[in-house]
């Protein structure tokens, strides 16, 4: 699928204009993958239901995840991956394009969980769902007829960090920690949504606040913009970088941005907040 505008690319982020033109695409599929935190008051399935992009499916991240595990929306086991992405009829030679109802939030957590279970051909829809909506492009509010496809996964283990490894990376310095949650929290100033949790970040960690990365239209900036950003946070793209948040989902923002950039030495730490701020043993910093 050759690009349609500039700034297009099939295995990171792609226009609206890029989607329009491929929509017709046999090997085109399309995910919804709209995620809210409590406070935001919407249901992503009932919108979902009331209106899609045509021929979009439905993931539900929390159901997409490893419900072994007491922390939320953790990264499947890989015979899980493959039986909701059969079930949903994507697999191998479609080209994936993901979408949310925020313009770039959710989206890139599962465009990140493609990549950690081998697949290439995916990309977040930039400006999601607001921006498709508001050029006037068609919507509809009928499920996709669904063909089961084979899918071949091969999980790649350095994309992600556990809290051993992150643990480690702070105390060495060795892998940049680069935390994407609002100042407020990372400084431990406004307490964690989530019950339970110490305020302040994994100390040696940079703020980067995932909407930073963004425009005011919920696009993501461009090549300069990005590396402006990333620089201000003090981000070295020369060294390796471990991204984190709360509870994963934004973290996969700032992964986004860096394989924008061409970085390609990232991995993202999918226990994040949640599960380092409930370790009394673990170090905390404020400020």
Known sequence: MP???????????????????????????????????PDMGRDARAEYDAAHIPGARFVDIDDLSDQRSALPHMAPPVEKFMSRMRGMGIGDGHQVVVYDGMGI??????????????????????????????????????????????????????LVKDVSQVASASKLGDW???????????????????????????????????????????????ETGLSAALAEAGVDLDRPVITSCGSGVTAAVISLALERLGHRRHALYDGSWTEWGMYPDLPIEKG
């Not at 989607?19 to 993958?33: E, K, T």
């Not at 919507?139 to 089961?148: A, C, F, G, L």
């Not at 990372?186 to 425009?215: K, Q, S, T, Y």
């Open 176 to 222: 940049q920690i680069v935390d994407a949650r609002a100042p407020e929290r990372f400084r431990g100033e406004a307490p964690e949504p989530r019950p339970g949790l110490r305020a302040g970040h994994i100390p040696g960690a940079l703020n980067l606040p995932f909407m930073r990365l963004l425009n005011s239209d919920m696009t993501m900036k461009d």
């Open 105 to 158: 939030f959710s989206a890139a957590r599962v465009w990140w969980l493609f990549r950690l279970m081998g697949k290439q051909d995916v990309a977040v829809l930039d400006g999601g769902f607001p921006k498709w909506q508001a050029e006037g492009h068609p919507v509809e509010d009928m499920p996709p007829v669904v063909r089961d496809r084979h899918i071949t996964v091969q999980r790649q283990a350095h």
């Open 3 to 37: 690009d349609a505008a500039k700034g297009d690319d099939p295995r990171t982020l792609v226009s609206t204009a890029w989607l329009a033109a491929h929509l017709a695409n046999p090997d085109l599929r399309v995910i919804d993958a709209s995620w809210y935190l």
